[in-house]
């Protein structure tokens, strides 16, 4: 931090306080001890505050560097390639408000510096303990600032650095159906051929004579109708499709 040149600075608080340079002469409002020992303390902690910026700008400055030199390392992924820029610009945008916080805390210790010039030379003790005082706070708020954001440039350096290594993301993968039961596929296949359905079954047990109620030697529909499956398999087994069933084309299915 730069000496800070208390005579002209001093000189700049009188004249802002309407002082002149017989006023100051024929001034009886001497500034107590008490007084002087304030301004004292104020410019102190202003001078301290601002050294505290200064350094904490410049801290954010490499942090911000730190953050571009990640940034131009190639990375492992697009992803990581445009994470790191993104935390660069991040950082270093805080280190330009970290500067910024620097040089509001410096004038508020210039400011407090004066005010302590002037209470030292016995000029109305009021307005330089409250002119000490504002510079103190200004000094106290801009180096917290400061500090504040040397941290997220420093973070945001860090996360730059850590996205030059972040690894593709891997491709989505669609599910595989499960695979198919072989017993199961089995059983669903169907054999389809051109030969006409076998209406044979060892369940069909009927009584030809009982059926053939009227004893013509033939089985008619309306005779057969008592047998669910005959009527349904009348037309397959009525091979010479004359409406009758003999006992010969009834023998295939019986």
């Not at 000189?11 to 008490?34: E, N």
């Not at 005082?133 to 730059?160: C, I, R």
């Not at 017993?183 to 006409?196: E, F, K, L």
Request: no cysteine; proline share 4%.
């Amino acid at each position: 931090m730069r000496p800070i040149n208390r005579i002209p600075l001093m000189l700049a608080m009188v004249g802002a306080l309407g002082l002149t340079g017989s006023a100051l002469a024929q001034s009886t409002g001497i500034t107590s001890a008490q007084a002087v020992q304030q301004t004292n303390a104020d410019a102190a902690a202003a001078t301290a505050n601002a050294t505290q910026a200064d350094q904490a700008a410049d801290e954010a400055k490499k942090a911000a560097n730190a953050a571009v030199r990640s940034s131009m390392t190639p990375a492992a992924s697009t992803e990581g390639a445009m994470s790191a820029n993104a935390n660069a610009a991040t950082a270093q945008s805080a280190a330009v408000q970290a500067q910024q916080s620097a040089t509001d805390a410096q004038a508020g210790a210039e400011k407090a510096q004066a005010a302590n010039a002037v209470a030292n030379y016995g000029v109305n003790k009021n307005d330089t303990q409250a002119a000490a005082a504002q510079g103190a706070s200004q000094a106290s708020v801009a180096a917290q600032d400061a500090t504040n954001a040397a941290s997220q440039a420093q973070a945001a350096a860090g996360a730059a650095q850590d996205a030059t290594s972040m690894q593709p993301m891997p491709p989505m993968q669609t599910p595989m159906p499960p695979p198919a039961d072989a017993s199961v596929g089995a059983a669903a296949q169907v054999s389809v051929t051109s030969h006409p359905g076998n209406s044979i079954s060892s369940n069909y047990h009927v009584d030809f004579d009982a059926m053939d109620s009227n004893h013509d030697g033939s089985v008619t529909r309306a005779e057969a109708k008592g047998n669910a499956d005959l009527m349904r398999e009348f037309h397959v087994v009525d091979s010479n499709h004359n409406g009758r069933l003999s006992k010969d084309q009834m023998k295939g299915w019986l």
